[in-house]
């Protein structure tokens, strides 16, 4: 159904968008999406370009608000005449592959801003909130000039941490009543967070749960001062910031976009690359190793041999770690 | 690699406020195997246009009751040509009386579903019509 892509389609895809085509811009995120060989070709060429931006990742529980906080902060970053893009991930059904991308909806004033550029992602199956290709598709936008990237997640529950590993600035959207403390004190996706925000503050009970969420995420902390030795042995968890904030009415976002700003500039003056970022360059590669793996594997020249391994396994003649082992001896 | 599903753009242009059949459709297209991107109700010809460019859709879908198509959609296609996507299938549905359909036929409008039309009848025209793009 798909052409083969012709050799130096990518490229060119690669230097239009680089040159401000947004058609360019806009179809290399198609490509890249379904991983074909132009995207590949494309983010060969345009990886060095890409660095500069700050990624910021939004995740929060579904309805928290999140869409329209960040067309909050992107209303507040064109006011300061900042060039921003928008990876909006919603779920694709695990029963049909079909999918409901509804995060627009909230961010639609900016029609004909050419320094807005909003994208939308089904997520294909992949878990953690994210889509496969988001890490590559916020390192296009970056490299085409996008300076402030948010990549919103989908709705999480408590564990989808993924967007962690690849934004910059990893923000958690809560809103009011979503809990008492003691949801707080759990491990994940609050741990993660350079900053969370409770929104909807034009709500009652807005700023109980920020004084909650706070006084749960330092409870202890002046025992374990901030400006201990770091132990790289010992990872300790951030102790995020709490903002009020309301998408709806503004409230509260020139200040959360300045803290962002500041988490950013804070990484800026550090002498090697933030683990945030090394984390993300672990993260693409590793992808990119098991993609390579499985195309090995299952490859015509292979696919028989590693066909009757599975059968050896299935049929409990082989344990799957030695089958394991095998296949990789045999790459 | 397998074949990417179909992407599609479902939005209502103009000022009526009645978006059950856009809202149905949207899911029924999800259910269909469909990503559909949804931006539901008074959208300008520019909100439609950019979210079509953006979102690198298959198909731009316009669901319309207010009587305003003859003005609106050939606006749309208009724009979509200007961005250079004329690749792209743009169909309609609502309430549009058929001696309008020529018009809007001739200003790019690929295919025009009126009330009845089922959704399975609108997801085989559109796997049947857009165009493969790698």
């Given at each position: 159904m798909t052409a083969p892509a012709r050799s130096g389609t990518g490229a060119r895809l690669a230097e239009e968008a680089r040159a401000g085509s947004r058609r360019a811009l806009s179809r290399l995120l198609t490509a890249i999406e379904s991983r074909t060989p132009a995207?590949?070709?494309?983010?060969?060429?345009?990886?060095?370009?890409?660095?500069?931006?700050?990624?910021?990742?939004?995740?929060?529980?579904?309805?928290?608000?999140?869409?329209?906080?960040?067309?909050?902060?992107?209303?507040?970053?064109?006011?300061?005449?900042?060039?921003?893009?928008?990876?909006?991930?919603?779920?694709?059904?695990?029963?049909?592959?079909?999918?409901?991308?509804?995060?627009?909806?909230?961010?639609?004033?900016y029609a004909s801003d050419r320094d807005v550029f909003i994208r939308s992602m089904a997520s294909r199956g992949h878990l953690g909130g994210l889509a496969g290709t988001t890490a590559e598709s916020a390192a296009v936008l970056d490299a085409c000039g996008f300076g402030l990237v948010f990549i919103e997640t989908v709705g999480t529950g408590q564990s989808e941490v993924e967007v962690a590993s690849i934004a910059d600035t990893t923000m958690v959207v809560q809103a009011p009543e979503m809990g008492d403390e003691i949801q707080a004190?759990?491990?994940?996706?609050?741990?993660?967070?350079?900053?969370?925000?409770?929104?909807?503050?034009?709500?009652?009970?807005?700023?109980?749960?920020?004084?909650?969420?706070?006084?749960?995420?330092?409870?202890?902390?002046?025992?374990?001062?901030?400006?201990?030795?770091?132990?790289?042995?010992?990872p300790r968890p951030k102790r995020p910031a709490v903002l009020?904030?309301?998408?709806?009415?503004?409230?509260?976002?020139?200040?959360?976009?300045?803290?962002?700003d500041e988490h950013q500039a804070g990484r800026a003056h550090a002498q090697r690359p933030h683990a945030a970022r090394i984390a993300r360059a672990r993260a693409q590669v590793e992808g990119i190793l098991a993609d390579r793996t499985r195309?090995?594997?299952?490859?015509?020249?292979?696919?028989?041999?590693?066909?009757?391994?599975?059968?050896?396994?299935?049929?409990?003649?082989?344990?799957?770690?030695?089958?394991?082992?095998?296949l990789l001896k045999s790459l | 690699m397998t074949a990417r599903p179909l992407k599609v753009l479902i939005a209502k242009p103009g000022l009526d406020g009645h978006d059950r059949g856009a809202k149905v459709l949207a899911r029924g297209l999800r259910d269909e195997g469909f990503e559909v991107v949804y931006t539901g109700l008074r959208q300008t010809p520019e909100m439609v246009a950019t979210a079509a460019l953006q979102e690198d859709v298959d198909v731009v879908g316009l669901s319309i009751l207010s009587g305003a198509h003859l003005t609106l959609l050939p606006r749309i296609c208009e724009l979509l040509r200007a961005e250079g996507m004329d690749d792209v299938l743009v169909t309609a549905g609502g309430i549009i009386p058929a001696e309008d359909i020529p018009a809007l036929k001739e200003a790019g409008v690929a295919e025009i579903f009126g009330p009845g039309t089922s959704i399975g009848e609108i997801a085989t025209f559109m796997r049947e019509n857009a165009q493969s793009r790698a």
């Open positions: 995207a590949e070709e494309a983010l060969r060429a345009l990886y060095p370009a890409a660095g500069g931006a700050h990624v910021v990742g939004v995740t929060g529980p579904p309805g928290g608000g999140k869409s329209t906080l960040v067309a909050a902060l992107v209303a507040e970053a064109r006011a300061a005449a900042r060039p921003v893009a928008v990876l909006a991930i919603d779920p694709s059904s695990p029963v049909t592959g079909g999918a409901i991308l509804g995060d627009r909806i909230r961010m639609q004033q004190m759990k491990a994940g996706l609050l741990e993660v967070a350079d900053l969370v925000v409770v929104n909807k503050a034009d709500r009652p009970g807005a700023d109980r749960a920020a004084m909650q969420l706070r006084s749960m995420l330092t409870l202890g902390v002046e025992a374990d001062p901030a400006d201990r030795a770091p132990d790289p042995d010992r009020l904030a309301s998408g709806l009415d503004g409230k509260g976002v020139p200040e959360l976009l300045a803290a962002l195309e090995a594997l299952w490859s015509s020249k292979r696919r028989a041999a590693t066909d009757a391994l599975m059968e050896r396994v299935a049929t409990h003649e082989l344990d799957p770690y030695a089958a394991a082992d095998d | -």
